[in-house]
């Protein structure tokens, strides 16, 4: 035998993760995305056939190719990377060139195909969201207008903007488009990061003596864009270092764009003087997209993506998905993928069967476990599939327990249905959750606050 022939590896790794989606209730979705041809082996690389560039780059931008190339570490002790190949359209005999067909695959997904409105690409920002390919309805027309505005006149036009709203509905494109647009058209220095990076790295210039160096890099932006500031509360040094930059980028007439998932004023635990600076401006919110809007959304991005689906189709998706722009590109995402893979048109059959379990996700008037799993996950920045698998880290375990008990809480499910929604639990793991998230709630102020701020976003996520 070959040594470098990994097939074994393969077939155990791919038998393992389908286990995992099936105590998940997700095995539909393995065997949507995990149907590729091992095509060989070599020293350290498995050679895979995919029916498209498309599907490939979805592959690898949900985290799948990560997955498997874990697993396949864990099983044999090797790094073994995945490579690809695209199957022709004509089935050909299997002459692979994997020099020219299997391209280094770690490129972001999308950009490649929709870049092409954007001449120059900012480092930190996705080509693809721009003006262009952002649609705009009743929801989001003030916002875009807004951001617009500032993209043309940055520092000048309003300053600062806060664009603020739940999951998926676009501030990050639009803080982006932003950018895009200033860097193509000004050229300026412009930054972008989430509330988070800021944080990190200036925890990281406190530990290596370097504070001026991570000052003078922000105070000297033409444009900042922070996104998603809600994950300053309780950071209260870095409150104050964001404090003293807007200040000074404030004072230069330096344009800056915040983002948040809620508006300012809900925010708890943030200095009142940052949060006057985040109010001065302008603040606009982001609504969830109408009927109109989300059928819109859906033919731009099949326009982008040059594919076609029925009319009919579409409209399915449009009814269903009601939540977040995100859910709705994810269903276009996995039908695309379908019609790929098996090579030919969904029909309305197909699209509900491929979609029943988004779409049966908000029960009418009640709400649904999917949800809560949705949101704590999100917040919590965990896969859905994570929250609901097997892991038993300090960092799943407690979000679980939380989303466990938040249902609890919202539902009528009992603790053996929940405990069923939950990867498969035993009722008495529930019940021992909620006993332990009822303990540390009587201690633990900040768990109570955050607890709350996901009650209501859950309770917004239905309206
Ligand atoms: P948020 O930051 O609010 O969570 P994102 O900006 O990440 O949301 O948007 C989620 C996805 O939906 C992105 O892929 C984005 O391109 C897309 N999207 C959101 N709103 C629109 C829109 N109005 N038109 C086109 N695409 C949109
Ligand atoms: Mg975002």
Redesign the pocket.
């Given at each position: 035998m070959d040594i470098w022939n990994y097939n074994i590896f393969w077939q155990e790794a791919l038998s393992q993760i389908r286990e995992d989606y099936k105590t998940n209730g997700k095995e539909q979705e393995f065997l949507l995305w995990f149907t590729f041809d091992f095509l060989e082996s070599r020293d350290k690389i498995i050679l895979v056939a995919v029916p498209s560039a498309f599907f490939r780059d979805q592959l690898i931008s949900r985290g799948y190719i990560n997955l498997l190339e874990h697993k396949l570490f864990e099983l044999s002790g090797t790094q073994i990377k995945i490579e690809f190949t695209i199957k022709s359209k004509v089935e050909s005999s299997h002459t692979v060139n994997p020099s020219a067909e299997a391209s280094p695959v770690h490129t972001p997904p999308l950009q490649a195909e929709i870049s092409s409105s954007v001449q120059k690409n900012h480092p930190q920002l996705r080509a693809d969201y721009n003006f262009k390919t952002f649609v705009i309805g009743d929801n989001n027309s003030f916002a875009y207008n807004a951001a617009c505005a500032v993209a043309k006149n940055p520092g000048k036009a309003y300053n600062p903007v806060l664009i603020y709203g739940g999951v998926g509905l676009g501030?990050?494109h639009l803080m982006q488009a932003i950018g895009n647009l200033s860097y193509n058209e000004n050229n300026s220095n412009i930054i972008y990061l989430t509330a988070e990076n800021f944080t990190n790295e200036f925890i990281q210039s406190i530990n290596t003596n370097t504070t001026n160096k991570f000052k003078n890099k922000y105070r000297n932006a033409d444009i900042l864009l922070i996104?998603?500031i809600h994950f300053l509360q309780n950071k209260t040094e870095t409150q104050e270092e964001l404090f003293h930059t807007f200040n000074a980028l404030y004072d230069s007439y330096k344009q800056m764009v915040f983002?948040c998932d809620r508006p300012v004023s809900e925010l708890k635990n943030l200095s009142d003087r940052l949060r006057s600076r985040f109010e001065r401006g302008l603040n606009v919110d982001l609504q969830p997209p109408k009927y109109e809007t989300r059928r819109a959304i859906l033919e731009k991005k099949l326009e982008i993506l040059d594919k076609h689906i029925d009319s009919a189709v579409i409209d399915l998706i449009a009814e269903n998905v009601v939540s977040n722009v995100r859910d709705l590109e994810a269903s276009l995402t996995k039908l695309i993928a379908y019609t790929e893979l098996v090579g030919k048109n969904v029909t309305l059959e197909i699209a509900q069967q491929q979609l029943k379990d988004t779409f049966s996700a908000p029960k009418q008037g009640n709400i649904s476990i999917d949800a809560i799993q949705k949101i704590v996950a999100d917040h919590y920045n965990l896969s859905f599939t994570d929250l609901k698998g097997k892991k038993r880290t300090k960092n799943v375990m407690l979000p679980r327990q939380i989303a466990m008990y938040i249902a609890r809480e919202l539902t009528e499910y009992s603790t053996t249905e929940l405990g069923a929604e939950f990867g498969g639990r035993d009722h008495t793991t529930v019940m021992h959750s909620c006993q332990k998230i009822d303990d540390l709630l009587k201690s633990d102020p900040v768990l109570s606050s955050t607890l709350n701020a996901l009650v209501n976003r859950i309770k917004e996520y239905k309206k």
């Open positions: 501030k990050t996104d998603d983002t």
